[in-house]
């Protein structure tokens, strides 16, 4: 009897040692598994916390290349409208500054932050078969405004790598379409089918440190303090870079030198 | 209180033991009660059925293990052990081409106690290589001399038996090995005289001059594997000959072999 | 038996006194018996324990299997991740919400206790009149079943006893009568009903409202409590389901199978249906938010292609060992053929897993790199697979590459061979040219395809010089001797530019199959199509500029079989292609000579023939008594029956010649056993002997000494890494798996068809045809000159313009800023419709006839022509006679041709969305989103203006039909 018992005794505690649960401590869950998987966007970034500024001016050395005048025959409109219109690849002031070159940050700049586009768009115009501005910059998601202000079809093609791309006709004068880009690109070209004369050179940003030197060959930006690689590019010289670190409230001097490449 | 006590001492073990050894339902199971005498120790093993198949008493001879080697107990325990496990695994077997090889995998894989497959097949093994040792004892015991010569016989129909279940389980689970073993195996038979159609005087047994009675569809190869090949004729023909018709036999015999003897005297008792 | 039974009888005599008493009966001093002996109780004691803790590490052993620890490991994971969710949607409960409706909730449930007795009494109320309506409801029925048999009754007797019909009629509108009556009372009762119920609810109704409202403001932190509930409910419960025996009712710990009706496992002599149980452990496998989890629970890569319930490839239709192999009914790491990708890896699982190769296993589960080799089993057809760039390569490569022409495979019996015809090589190659081509094809032109047979791995030592250049003399001579040179059919024309030259290969559009040079790799698209024709570099030291000349003039007039299609060049074009060709020589080339026979290592290898069929004496007589020449016949035409050229190349004499190399009927599933790895040290895996054979297919003689004549023959291609992978990726996918066609990818004869000649021809080289191709881009800068890209062109063309533009493509001139032309192809009728019905049936265009009459208005047509001149279409469109002034570079298509050429349908959509039809378009939109940029006309209706558009194009430009105004 007690031998029997015994026996059923330890029958019954093999059986539930065997079931009892162990093992499996071996594994661990995800890094982040408990966000709930939402990106995270940050904190906003604050415009008042850039108390410093990078300036400068984009300088041409040496004789501009001479722009030609572009044959417009191709639209009695434009032959009118536009006339006397010359090539804008290289645009060089009086005092030898380089017009149209933009001006940008590539790091430094705090990428935790999330940086808010500005609610005012940016007008890209058709004027006399040219775009005006001819070179500018903006961020993403930021709204973009077609005008066609000529009496003329155009055509706004963009070229973005990684953006979609657009084409987007205006038949009317005086007609404006609205668009943006959602993802920061670096320099790409827009052009009207149309007129194939016609360009215009953007980039997008995710964040506010971007401008051109538009036509005074000068530029300044807002940065809060801290060291910067900054980025000049020319639709036909390209790119030069320079490194600048910046105190608050003070103005860091940032000039690049362009000249025509030997040949 | 003094009542309490009475049914405490009522409910003792000793008591109960007594009271339930007294009962009607115990006396009917039990109907020697506790071996306390060489009589009833007697009356034990002849009473009960399983137990009245063993001697009521061995010879003192019958357990020098280095007479023995208890080889044939151990033979015979392997083939206990071999139906059990083969029982259990006839639930999740079954000898069909499109099944067979799977199911071995299943028991290995999933089955609970799957495990039997493991034990069937060592247990095999096991039980070949202990005949051939339980064999070469009696014969080195000289165990096989007058009487008992036709022991040795039934012996040896025992180890052939044992053997063939051996060729016809080998083939269950029908992978690659299984399948071209018993196709060498098998196609030994075709060389048999007379009764294998590549034999020697296959053509000799004909009716008059030109209907041959043993070709390859009507020789030993064909009776064995039900078929000219090794397939799922063979595979059912093997399964039925592994699981019952080769044990019946097995058993049959061995019967025999072990009344034969205690006939003679008991295990290893003097010549 | 026993005289003493203990359960009743006759008492019988005392027993007689204990045996131990009587020493002649006395047990441990008779010496014959040996229960009392203690040894024996050892022994019995001893195995009987042993036996117990056997059977017992047995059962436990048998039960811990390794997948039960990794169901553990998930649910407890899960467990973990499950918190994780509910402490986020409890911090996301609106707490002031639920406070207020709580409040709600309970003044409903103060009003309701307040107006109790009301409230039970209009209960009791309703009660009763359920009651009441369930037995008047059926009487009603009953009556209704009444009637139905008096009906009866009196209409058989109507019909057989009319006589005595009366009283029965009567019995029957009786009855009826009650019908109505009842019903009545039904309908009374059902309006109470509802008019009680509605009087409760409103006492109860806002309450219940109000929780419900609340439990869905809780719900889901509250259902991811109980799943946690529901997940882990214990240890106690846990081990106890789990328990070993007691896991037959309801185990937490399962494996886990998906069964498989139509896909099959190999097993021995037979195709079994697959039960996959890979999901014991990959617990995490179909569900996206596992995507990081570890491994084995981590989620499928691309769960919306694989493994996902929309996916094309469906769980719990295709399992999971279909595409990675291995032994799908096991559940223990090692068994069931896990792979390794990489050394690492495996030194990894090793540490890890203990794992082992189960060399039993005859597939073993495909390593990662080797993944897309499954995809061939069911992607039998001649189009890409998608997803899969390394088998498309592959197949290219075979297709390019000509393996075929040696080695039976299926799928290319009817493929013409590789190589150029070789019965008319006297007319375009001199001896010399052709022996260094030999020796070392890739030192002629880097992108050579030709393959090298000589100088390998195992015949490159200097002791196989002679020989190696007394066999290649010897195929030369034996090859011209053989050779018809007809005449060329014209003479080339002095004066062709080689600037001209140049700057028409580069444009006109060879460089869609050609290249000059080695080919640059494009991160943007593939380049191997254009290895499709053959590399360009070189020509001038090659052949002369008669022979170029008459090639691109007219292909099929110098080689009958080409695949090259007729580039329509003018004499001038082709002078100026052949002289620009014909400027590319290799001057290092040049200036090599080729080594002088040596008679001796010729006599060697002519011996070797003769010896076939005589004995060895016999065999130098005939050759002591040979000239040279006749030496170098018989080896030359041993030599090529031996290397097997004819396998690529048509030789006279050899056109049935049986292919020299081994079937690859179905390489993917060749028994281990069967591979010969010689003495390389490699992995003994089918894909390793692949890849090195690939790689060097003459390495597995290294080390071993042969004969010449038994080397090893397959020649080295040079193929690179990539070229190597996909090749075996091809290799290890030609499996003998039989899939049942329900299971493949439907695909209509028409598409597969179609797909079968598009790569046949090559078209991918120039045009983007479903997704992939246009390897020309490359090569040109500007988006603007691309040969256009073929999406929608079975909805976009009419069938009867397509067929003749197909036949004829340079009948009209469709788009004139293309410098590119579209080739002839020589595609005769049959062809033909295989393209149009192959690009209808992509877009599910109607094929071949189709109704192009346009139903439409006049004010349909006016606006038509107003939007025309507001869009100022003509600005870019020539339109019939109305050129713009522009160069031809700048112009857009002509609207004149639109009628017979487009389908009326296809310009709707076009003209709504041009880049989702062709993305980097120079055609304008008109419409953002579906609102028209052209407002004023039609009322800026979208639709209406799109048809309007077409009117104008089909009707007013173009002389299209106007259909019927029903």
């Known amino acids: 009897m007690n031998s029997q018992r015994a026996l059923g005794l330890a029958l019954a505690l093999t059986l539930a040692a065997a079931g009892c649960g162990g093992g499996g401590d071996e594994f661990s869950l995800p890094e982040g598994a408990g966000s709930g998987g939402a990106a995270p966007t940050g904190p906003a970034y604050d415009p008042a916390t850039a108390t410093a500024s990078i300036a400068g001016s984009i300088l041409f050395e040496g004789d501009a290349p001479e722009m030609p005048p572009i044959q417009m025959s191709a639209d009695p409109y434009c032959l009118d409208a536009g006339a006397g219109t010359r090539e804008e690849?290289?645009?060089?002031?009086?005092?030898?500054?380089?017009?149209?070159?933009?001006?940008?940050?590539?790091?430094?700049?705090?990428?935790?932050?999330?940086?808010?586009?500005?609610?005012?768009?940016?007008?890209?115009?058709?004027?006399?078969?040219?775009?005006?501005?001819?070179?500018?910059?903006?961020?993403?998601?930021?709204?973009?405004?077609?005008?066609?202000?000529?009496?003329?079809?155009?055509?706004?093609?963009?070229?973005?790598?990684?953006?979609?791309?657009?084409?987007?006709?205006?038949?009317?004068?005086?007609?404006?379409?609205?668009?943006?880009?959602?993802?920061?690109?670096?320099?790409?070209?827009?052009r009207c089918d149309v007129h194939r004369w016609m360009n215009s050179f953007t980039a997008v940003f995710d964040h506010p440190f971007h401008t051109t030197s538009g036509d005074t060959g000068d530029y300044a930006i807002n940065v809060p303090p801290g060291a910067y690689e900054v980025v000049a590019w020319h639709e036909r010289y390209g790119e030069m870079t320079g490194s600048v670190t910046v105190a608050a409230g003070e103005t860091a001097e940032m000039s690049f030198t362009y000249s025509e490449p030997a040949e | 209180m003094s009542q309490l006590k009475d049914l405490l001492s009522n409910l003792s073990p000793a008591k109960l033991g007594e009271a339930i050894q007294k009962s009607q339902i115990y006396r009917s199971v039990f109907r020697v009660g506790v071996p306390v005498s060489d009589r009833k120790r007697m009356l034990v093993m002849l009473g009960n059925v399983f137990l009245h198949l063993h001697p009521v008493k061995v010879r003192k001879s019958g357990i020098r293990l280095r007479f023995t080697w208890c080889m044939g107990g151990i033979t015979f325990f392997l083939f206990l052990v071999l139906t059990f496990t083969g029982l259990l695994l006839m639930?999740?077997?079954?000898?069909?081409?499109?099944?067979?090889?799977?199911?071995?995998?299943?028991?290995?894989?999933?089955?609970?106690?799957?495990?039997?497959?493991?034990?069937?097949?060592?247990?095999?093994?096991?039980?070949?290589?202990?005949?051939?040792?339980?064999?070469?004892?009696?014969?080195?015991?000289?165990?096989?001399?007058?009487?008992?010569?036709?022991?040795?016989?039934?012996?040896?129909?025992?180890?052939?038996?044992?053997?063939?279940?051996?060729?016809?389980?080998?083939?269950?689970?029908?992978?690659?090995?299984?399948?071209?073993?018993?196709?060498?195996?098998?196609?030994?038979?075709?060389?048999?005289?007379?009764?294998?159609?590549?034999?020697?005087?296959?053509?000799?047994?004909?009716?008059?001059?030109?209907?041959?009675?043993?070709?390859?569809?009507?020789?030993?190869?064909?009776?064995?594997?039900?078929?000219?090949?090794?397939?799922?004729?063979?595979?059912?023909?093997?399964?039925?000959?592994?699981?019952?018709?080769?044990?019946?036999?097995?058993?049959?015999?061995?019967?025999?072999?072990?009344?034969?003897?205690?006939?003679?005297?008991?295990?290893?008792?003097?010549? | 038996m026993s005289s003493e039974t203990p359960n009743g009888g006759t008492p019988k005599p005392a027993i007689?006194?204990?045996?131990?008493?009587?020493?002649?009966?006395?047990?441990?001093?008779?010496?014959?018996?040996?229960?009392?002996?203690?040894?024996?109780?050892?022994?019995?004691?001893?195995?009987?324990?042993?036996?117990f803790v056997f059977t017992v590490w047995m059962i436990v052993d048998d039960y811990n299997r390794e997948w039960r620890r990794y169901q553990r490991g998930f649910t407890r994971l899960s467990v973990l991740q499950t918190e994780l969710d509910r402490q986020a949607a409890a911090g996301a409960i609106d707490v002031a919400a639920v406070n207020a409706l709580s409040a709600e909730i309970e003044a409903a449930r103060v009003r309701i206790a307040e107006n109790a007795a009301t409230l039970s009494e209009v209960e009791s109320r309703l009660e009763a009149l359920n009651d009441e309506f369930y037995s008047t409801n059926q009487a009603y029925?009953?009556?209704?079943?009444?009637?139905?048999?008096?009906?009866?009754?009196?209409?058989?007797?109507?019909?057989?006893d009319p006589e005595n019909a009366e009283p029965l009629r009567v019995i029957a509108e009786n009855r009826l009568a009650d019908i109505n009556q009842n019903l009545e009372d039904v309908e009374r009762l059902q309006i109470a009903i509802e008019e009680t119920t509605t009087e409760l609810d409103s006492y109860i109704g806002e309450r219940d409202r109000l929780s419900s409202e609340r439990d869905g403001l809780v719900a889901e932190a509250t259902q991811l409590e109980a799943a946690i509930v529901t997940l882990d409910p214990g240890l106690i419960r846990t081990s106890i389901r789990n328990a070993p025996i007691l896991d037959f009712m309801n185990p937490s710990e399962t494996v886990n199978q998906i069964q498989l009706q139509n896909l099959h496992y190999d097993a021995p002599f037979l195709q079994v249906p697959r039960v996959d149980r890979c999901t014991t452990c990959h617990l995490g496998i179909n569900d996206a938010a596992k995507d990081e989890w570890q491994q084995p629970f981590t989620a499928h890569p691309r769960l919306d292609v694989f493994v996902g319930a929309d996916s094309p490839h469906p769980m719990d239709g295709f399992g999971c060992t279909t595409c990675h192999a291995g032994l799908d009914r096991a559940v223990e790491f090692s068994r069931a053929g896990h792979v390794p990708d990489n050394a690492e890896?495996?030194?990894?699982?090793?540490?890890?897993?203990?794992?082992?190769?189960?060399?039993?296993?005859?597939?073993?589960?495909?390593?990662?790199?080797?993944?897309?080799?499954?995809?061939?089993?069911?992607?039998?057809?001649?189009?890409?697979?998608?997803?899969?760039?390394?088998?498309?390569?592959?197949?290219?490569?075979?297709r390019t590459y000509g393996c075929f022409g040696c080695h039976n495979m299926p799928g290319y019996e009817e493929v013409r061979r590789v190589g150029p015809d070789l019965t008319t090589i006297g007319g375009k190659l001199d001896p010399e040219w052709v022996k260094k081509w030999l020796a070392d094809p890739r030192a002629f032109k880097s992108e050579?395809?030709?393959?090298?047979?000589?100088?390998?791995?195992?015949?490159?030592?200097?002791?196989?010089?002679?020989?190696?250049?007394?066999?290649?003399?010897?195929?030369?001579?034996?090859?011209?001797?053989?050779?018809?040179?007809?005449?060329?059919?014209?003479?080339?024309?002095?004066?062709?530019?080689?600037?001209?030259?140049?700057?028409?290969?580069?444009?006109?559009?060879?460089?869609?199959?050609?290249?000059?040079?080695?080919?640059?790799?494009?991160?943007?698209?593939?380049?191997?199509?254009?290895?499709?024709?053959?590399?360009?570099?070189?020509?001038?030291?090659?052949?002369?500029?008669?022979?170029?000349?008459?090639?691109?003039?007219?292909?099929?007039?110098?080689?009958?079989?080409?695949?090259?299609?007729?580039?329509?060049?003018?004499?001038?074009?082709?002078?100026?292609?052949?002289?620009?060709?014909?400027?590319?020589?290799?001057?290092?080339?040049?200036?090599?000579?080729?080594?002088?026979?040596?008679e001796a290592a010729l006599d060697e290898v002519t011996l070797e023939f003769l010896r076939t069929g005589s004995t060895g004496i016999q065999a130098q007589e005939a050759l002591a008594e040979m000239t040279l020449e006749e030496k170098i016949m018989t080896t030359g035409e041993g030599l090529v029956a031996r290397y097997g050229c004819f396998g690529c190349h048509v030789i006279e004499g050899f056109e049935t010649a049986q292919p020299i190399g081994t079937e690859l009927t179905q390489p993917g599933s060749k028994l281990l056993n069967q591979f010969d790895f010689g003495f390389l040290d490699i992995e003994h895996t089918r894909t390793e002997w692949y890849a090195a054979k690939m790689a060097d297919p003459r390495i597995f003689d290294v080390d071993r000494v042969k004969r010449p004549e038994e080397l090893l023959r397959m020649p080295d291609f040079g193929f690179d890494e990539e070229q190597v992978g996909a090749i075996v990726m091809i290799l290890t996918g030609l499996v003998k798996d039989q899939v049942t066609p329900d299971m493949r990818n439907d695909l209509t004869a028409d598409i597969e068809a179609g797909r079968g000649l598009v790569a046949q021809r090559n078209c991918r080289g120039c045009h983007e045809i479903e997704g992939a191709g246009g390897d020309i881009r490359s090569t040109i800068a500007d988006q603007g000159l691309w040969p256009p890209l073929l999406n929608t062109q079975g909805a976009k063309t009419q069938p009867m313009w397509l067929h003749s533009f197909l036949q004829e493509p340079g009948e009209e001139t469709?788009?004139?800023?293309?410098?590119?032309?579209?080739?002839?192809?020589?595609?005769?009728?049959?062809e033909a419709t295989v393209l149009g019905k192959y690009f209808s049936a992509i877009d599910n265009a109607p094929y071949p006839f189709i109704d192009t009459a346009i139903a439409t208005t006049d004010e349909s047509l006016t606006a038509g022509r107003e939007l025309f001149e507001l869009a100022q279409c003509n600005l870019c469109h020539p339109a019939g006679d109305q050129m713009p002034d522009r160069d031809a570079a700048d112009l857009a298509p002509d609207l004149g041709l639109a009628a017979e050429r487009l389908r009326p349908e296809w310009v709707e959509d076009w003209i709504l969305d041009p880049q989702a039809i062709a993305p980097g378009t120079r055609m304008p939109a008109f419409y953002i989103d579906g609102v028209s940029q052209l407002p004023g006309i039609l009322d800026g209706d979208t639709p209406g203006q799109l048809e309007a558009f077409r009117d104008h194009l089909f009707l007013t430009i173009g002389n299209g039909e106007r259909a019927e105004d029903n």
């Open chain 1, 89 to 190: 690849a290289v645009m060089v002031t009086d005092d030898a500054k380089l017009r149209n070159t933009m001006v940008f940050i590539r790091s430094g700049h705090d990428t935790g932050l999330f940086y808010a586009p500005p609610a005012e768009p940016v007008v890209l115009d058709q004027e006399g078969c040219r775009y005006i501005p001819h070179v500018f910059t903006m961020m993403m998601n930021q709204d973009i405004t077609f005008r066609n202000s000529d009496n003329t079809l155009h055509n706004i093609h963009a070229f973005p790598m990684v953006n979609m791309q657009i084409n987007v006709g205006q038949a009317i004068q005086g007609m404006e379409t609205t668009d943006s880009f959602t993802i920061a690109e670096g320099p790409f070209a827009i």
């Open chain 2, 91 to 271: 639930f999740y077997y079954r000898p069909t081409i499109e099944y067979a090889y799977v199911d071995i995998i299943d028991l290995r894989e999933q089955v609970p106690l799957g495990i039997m497959r493991e034990i069937h097949r060592w247990g095999a093994h096991a039980m070949v290589i202990s005949v051939w040792l339980h064999m070469f004892r009696v014969f080195m015991t000289g165990s096989y001399k007058p009487p008992r010569e036709f022991n040795w016989g039934v012996g040896v129909i025992l180890l052939v038996l044992t053997l063939l279940l051996s060729f016809t389980g080998y083939l269950l689970p029908w992978d690659q090995l299984a399948m071209w073993a018993i196709t060498v195996g098998s196609n030994m038979a075709r060389a048999t005289p007379f009764a294998g159609y590549e034999g020697p005087g296959a053509n000799l047994l004909t009716l008059g001059e030109n209907i041959p009675l043993i070709s390859s569809t009507s020789d030993a190869r064909f009776a064995l594997l039900g078929g000219t090949r090794v397939g799922e004729m063979a595979l059912l023909r093997f399964y039925v000959l592994h699981c019952v018709g080769l044990p019946l036999v097995a058993g049959f015999l061995m019967a025999v072999h072990f009344w034969r003897i205690r006939r003679d005297g008991g295990i290893s008792g003097p010549l």
């Open chain 3, 16 to 51: 007689p006194p204990p045996a131990k008493k009587d020493p002649a009966l006395n047990i441990s001093q008779r010496g014959d018996r040996l229960y009392t002996d203690n040894g024996l109780h050892k022994w019995f004691a001893i195995s009987s324990l042993l036996l």
């Open chain 3, 141 to 160: 029925l009953f009556a209704r079943a009444e009637y139905d048999v008096e009906r009866y009754d009196y209409e058989e007797a109507v019909a057989n």
């Open chain 3, 345 to 398: 890896q495996q030194a990894a699982w090793e540490d890890q897993y203990g794992w082992y190769l189960d060399h039993f296993l005859e597939t073993p589960m495909l390593p990662m790199d080797r993944i897309e080799a499954s995809c061939l089993k069911c992607h039998t057809g001649a189009g890409d697979v998608p997803e899969a760039p390394a088998l498309n390569m592959g197949r290219d490569l075979i």
């Open chain 3, 448 to 598: 050579a395809r030709m393959p090298k047979f000589w100088f390998n791995s195992n015949n490159g030592g200097p002791e196989f010089e002679a020989r190696n250049n007394a066999e290649i003399t010897a195929i030369t001579e034996y090859l011209f001797s053989r050779s018809q040179d007809d005449p060329l059919p014209a003479a080339a024309p002095a004066g062709g530019d080689v600037g001209r030259g140049q700057a028409l290969v580069e444009s006109v559009g060879c460089l869609g199959c050609h290249a000059v040079g080695p080919i640059p790799d494009d991160p943007a698209r593939t380049q191997h199509r254009r290895r499709f024709g053959y590399n360009l570099a070189s020509q001038g030291s090659k052949t002369s500029a008669d022979w170029l000349y008459n090639w691109v003039r007219d292909p099929r007039a110098v080689w009958h079989d080409t695949n090259m299609p007729d580039m329509r060049l003018t004499d001038a074009e082709a002078a100026d292609v052949a002289a620009y060709l014909v400027s590319l020589t290799n001057p290092e080339w040049e200036a090599e000579a080729f080594p002088e026979l040596d």
């Open chain 3, 814 to 830: 469709l788009r004139p800023w293309l410098s590119a032309r579209m080739p002839t192809f020589y595609l005769d009728q049959a």
